[in-house]
């Protein structure tokens, strides 16, 4: 079945440091991924997506994540947490023997430490 | 200015009582979607509509049911028969199907008495 694992049901930094959030899919093909942020008792918003092309894709509030089709992985990354960073993460995974509709990681908790 | 609205923020549903949640979207997106939400299990698929007067059952359907009368309306009716209706419900949208970004909306959250 398809499935995404979000390694880390909680993750704390601190502030300034590197932000890693791990997300690996299960596929052989290769899927389309997305991140989305949640803030306390709000909707999802898109952080950014893979689709075709450039393996390293840039987002909003300067976070980034790399799709390695060998590590079946898609791990999100920030330089430098801020306070502001702190949300709910989640990866998706659009497969096509889905109907291409996504199926949700359970989520990164981000707590970010003065 | 162009999103989703859902609404209420917050329901109370009691005992054998049928629930709406409503989901409206200005964005002129084919296809919809609600989604269950609960702690540490991130978002579970519940119905998905790619065209008006056209829907399909998603992952947790059971006890839930929804219409599509409208291309910018996606009601979700949470039946006496979902045992366990307390969460987080969310709508988006999107322009087709899947690999398309798909834009949520603020969510409803349902308690029950």
């Known amino acids: 079945a398809q499935s995404v694992t979000q390694l880390g049901s909680h993750v704390s930094v601190s502030e300034g440091a590197l932000v890693l959030l791990r997300c690996n899919y299960s596929?052989?093909?290769?899927?389309?991924l997305f991140w989305y942020v949640q803030y306390p008792n709000q909707g999802l918003q898109l952080l950014l997506k893979?689709?075709?092309?450039?393996?390293l894709v840039k987002g909003i509030n300067g976070f980034e994540a790399e799709f390695k089709k060998s590590e079946t992985s898609f791990h999100l990354t920030k330089p430098s947490a801020h306070m502001s960073d702190a949300a709910e993460y989640f990866c998706?995974?659009?497969?096509?023997?889905?109907?291409?509709?996504?199926?949700f990681g359970a989520g990164t908790i981000l707590r970010v430490k003065s | 200015d162009g999103g989703i609205t859902q609404s209420p923020k917050y329901l109370f549903r009691k005992e054998g009582q049928n629930v709406t949640l409503s989901c409206e979207q200005n964005?002129?997106?084919?296809?919809m979607y609600w989604y269950r939400q609960d702690p540490g299990q991130g978002l579970r698929l519940i119905y998905y509509?790619?065209?008006?007067?056209?829907?399909q059952k998603g992952d947790i359907a059971e006890g839930y049911s929804v219409s599509r009368e409208k291309k910018e309306s996606f009601p979700l009716t949470v039946t006496s028969a979902q045992k366990n209706p307390t969460a987080f419900y969310l709508c988006?949208?999107?322009?087709?199907?899947?690999?398309?970004?798909?834009?949520f909306g603020p969510g409803t959250r349902l308690l029950v008495l």
């Open positions: 988006a949208s999107s322009i087709d199907n899947g690999q398309e970004t798909q834009y």
């Open positions: 596929s052989s093909v290769p899927p389309y």
């Open positions: 893979y689709t075709t092309g450039a393996t």
């Open positions: 998706a995974v659009s497969y096509m023997e889905y109907g291409n509709k996504l199926v």
């Open positions: 964005l002129n997106h084919d296809a």
């Open positions: 509509s790619q065209i008006v007067n056209d829907f």
